[in-house]
């Protein structure tokens, strides 16, 4: 059995090492390749992920899977043996089921799409999309079809990204959460906004990422073990658990810009620094889910990095490295500025309040488009017709509106945005467990330490890696399922303070 286990993680570790190349190849492309080697690269990461893509699927993998079962059995599921062969065997079912050809299809139709997008969304021209759209919407409905059994025809598409979350399950949450949110979000913005003015000044570049990179120094990311470099739109990267690498984008005249990508992409890579180095090159090696991924991110960016504590601390020193900028604002001002709260069009420029009725209109409107409800020509309207219900306002331009994501343009119709907010509501929810776990925490967070919550995050939910799903994990760490009671008692706390509700 241990020469079949030694098998499997050496087939294991070619296929992961196949697509860290990748992946950095994919970094190099968003960092310093000159634009003169994209033809190239493009056919660089295709090779490379065909390979991947065969070496994963070869039925001599199956096969040790199937000659491991009854030692997965003899073990407690919580085996790290147990857990590699289960995942492992997860993952090669999944790719298994969608045949080679579809995958083809999905991949050429995928980048026909995204190249028609990068034009047709500047040009706001939404008819030339349409027909990709109804493309996609096939192709989606296909690759669910290759997983017969579910219940609603997003559940497979959703399991890609949260594994054991169905369309159901998140539909109910989001409805709850959508309820108490649009009424909050209404009363907040019928106040005075607050004013920004202060984060719009001249900052120049080289002295916003020193600052950042000091915070996220303390944060506990390991630049021994990772670099942070510029890009058009910021993402975390992994090649080993020793290079996990951010990426950030700097405005001179938007001080939150760099910042705030900076803490949230830490949050990312010490999620993945963090993980177990027993798992290297096997599939327990990264976060569990993207909800989970984006729950360590959001929870550096906002419970802490948004925070009063938090910059009752470090106002005085960003005062410092910015004194005539900064000297003459008082702390109130600025703390008001970074949690300013308005019905804005695009969802990626969302603050706290509202970030989450955008992901959520985008959620309910992909399954609408996969179970037939909605038709393809019909979105655009669609989604304005939420915009007004949810936000109050509707998008002057397609630009602004349906087309403003790339996510249904490059990829599938369905599962990649419930994430986003399953992130949001899980980062309150383990917050509220850590501080409850380690009082340190709070006083820490006030003189700007952080040991204590790294070191909680890192024994419960880095260091497990993938060996639980999404929903175990919760249930482990914080003894119940997933709740939006700590999210929604966080912002009517923060938010009620800030706009004395
Ligand atoms: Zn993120």
């Not at 327990?284 to 909800?291: E, H, P």
């Not at 997933?482 to 938010?495: F, H, M, S």
């Amino acid at each position: 059995m241990h020469e079949k286990l030694a098998e499997l993680r050496a087939r294991l570790m070619e296929i992961d090492d196949l697509s860290s190349a990748g992946a950095l190849l994919n970094w190099d492309q968003s960092t310093y390749m000159p634009p003169g080697g994209a033809a190239a690269r493009g056919r660089q990461m295709a090779t490379l992920g065909k390979l991947g893509h065969e070496k994963a699927t070869d039925p001599a993998i199956g096969q040790l899977l199937d000659e491991l079962g009854p030692y997965e059995a003899s073990l407690p599921p919580d085996h790290d043996d147990a857990a590699l062969v289960r995942v492992a065997r997860r993952g090669y079912e999944r790719l298994t089921k969608v045949p080679a050809e579809l995958i083809a299809e999905l991949y050429a139709h995928g980048a026909a799409s995204y190249h028609a997008w990068t034009q047709a969304r500047p040009a706001n021209d939404v008819a030339t999309m349409l027909p990709y759209l109804e493309k996609t919407l096939e192709l989606s409905r296909r690759i669910a079809d290759c997983f017969p059994g579910y219940t609603h025809i997003a559940d497979p598409l959703i399991d890609f990204a949260d594994y054991g979350m169905r369309a159901e399950t998140v539909r109910v949450l989001f409805a709850e959460l959508r309820a108490e949110l649009a009424p909050l979000a209404q009363t907040i913005t019928a106040q005075p906004p607050a004013d920004d003015a202060c984060l719009h000044q001249y900052y120049p570049e080289a002295a916003q990422l020193a600052f950042g990179e000091q915070i996220i120094r303390r944060f506990g990311y390991d630049f021994t073990r990772g670099r942070q470099d510029k890009t058009h739109h910021p993402f975390a990267t992994k090649f080993s658990v020793g290079d996990v690498r951010i990426t950030t984008r700097v405005k001179e005249h938007d001080l939150s810009e760099a910042l705030f990508s900076t803490l949230h992409e830490s949050g990312h890579a010490m999620y993945e620094q963090g993980v177990s180095a027993a798992y290297e090159g096997t599939p327990l090696a990264g976060g569990t889910s993207a909800g989970v991924h984006e729950s360590q991110s959001r929870l550096w960016e906002n419970l802490v990095g948004r925070s009063r504590p938090f910059w009752q601390h470090y106002y005085p020193q960003l005062q410092a490295a910015f004194p005539d900028q900064l000297g003459a604002v008082p702390l109130d001002t600025f703390y008001r500025a970074i949690n300013k709260v308005q019905h804005s069009l695009i969802r990626t420029d969302a603050d706290e309040v509202t970030y989450n009725l955008h992901v959520m209109l985008r959620f309910d409107l992909e399954l609408a488009m996969l179970e037939g409800s909605l038709a393809v020509k019909d979105l655009a309207e669609a989604w304005n017709v939420r915009y007004s219900e949810d936000l109050g306002i509707s998008a002057p331009t397609y630009s602004d509106g349906v087309l403003q994501d790339v996510h249904w343009f490059g990829g599938l119709i369905g599962g990649s945005f419930q994430g986003y907010t399953l992130g949001n509501i899980l980062s309150a929810q383990l917050f509220e467990t850590a501080r409850k776990a380690e009082p340190a925490i709070d006083s820490e967070l006030a003189q700007g330490e952080f040991g204590a919550l790294h070191g909680w995050l890192r024994e419960q939910i880095y260091s497990p890696g993938s060996k639980y799903t999404a929903s175990e994990l919760v249930e482990r760490v914080t003894g119940g399922p997933l709740t939006i009671v700590p999210y929604l008692a966080y912002l009517r706390g923060k938010y009620g303070e800030l706009y004395a509700l």
